[in-house]
């Protein structure tokens, strides 16, 4: 579980549900379960704010007080303990933002091609790093605001105040996290210096631009490959009628190939080169 005080200061303290619902801080009836893990102590995504006195009261025998916006070393403990590997350079200019069932060597990878591709040195890297399937699949599905939220957004708040243009491109499930992270905006932030561009991804466009307008983050678009079947959960109807036809019909002309979500595919894409280099 963690709080999260009104200070805005970054400050989030860890503590056991049974501490959380003494406290009266959450209600048994707002806890949704998550695979391994129990979600945040805000109901459905929407935040709640402690006080700063309820915070202070908080730092109890089980507890652990995690400063992630000033102290790297607290940044550090949270970020490898919720399994986050944030690499934001100051000098840099584009961020790749991993989808699932993706380690860090697999986004150094991605993060190189887009450099090359573009020109680009020291490419940072948001990567949310894969628990394995069934993990990664639960943490998609769960409702509730969890650290790496917050940690993620930690990290934009970061690039926004190199006070520069910084263009994250979020593939895949990099989307979800990055729609999930606006929910940790608790005090209503604009990272006006970043750009977004949405590619492979399994989240309609609709959602993820309202996500980068509430962040005040100049939205690219989005780029979606045909063939690709993780794009198609934006459009359950259209993706349940390709798999009824590939399934039941045996029909020839419908494949579902998940190499065609590989981001590399993406990278020779002519509309997400225009909208790359036209931002």
Known sequence: MVA?????NGILVEITLEEAIQKGL???????????RIGLIFPGKEPV???????????LSSSQVLDVRNDTNDRAIAEQKYGLNLYLPANT???????VWNTY?????????????????????????????????????GTNLDVKDILVFEGYRKLNDENKKVTIVAHSRGNHDF????????????LNHLNLISVGSPVHNDVVE??????????????????????KVADLKKLGHDLFNSIFLNDKDVIINFDDHEFNNYLTNPEFKMRMRGK
């Not at 704010?49 to 730092?59: C, K, Q, R, W, Y």
């Open 179 to 190: 729609t999930d992270a606006e929910k940790a905006n608790f005090y209503g932030e604009k």
């Open 4 to 8: 999260r005080d009104s200070r805005n």
């Open 210 to 231: 309202k996500s980068a307008n509430s962040l005040g983050i100049t939205y690219l678009g989005q780029i979606s490959n045909n063939k690709d079947p993780i794009t």
């Open 105 to 141: 060597s697999q986004a150094q990878e991605s993060a190189k091609a887009l450099g090359e591709t573009f020109n680009q040195n020291d490419v940072g890297i948001i990567n949310n790093e894969t628990e394995g399937a069934i993990s990664d699949l639960a943490e998609i599905i």
């Open 26 to 36: 959450v209600k048994k009836e707002y806890i949704a379960p998550r695979y391994e």
């Open 93 to 99: 200019k584009l961020v790749f933002q991993n989808g």
């Open 49 to 59: 704010v402690i006080s700063n006195e309820e915070a202070d009261n908080l730092v």
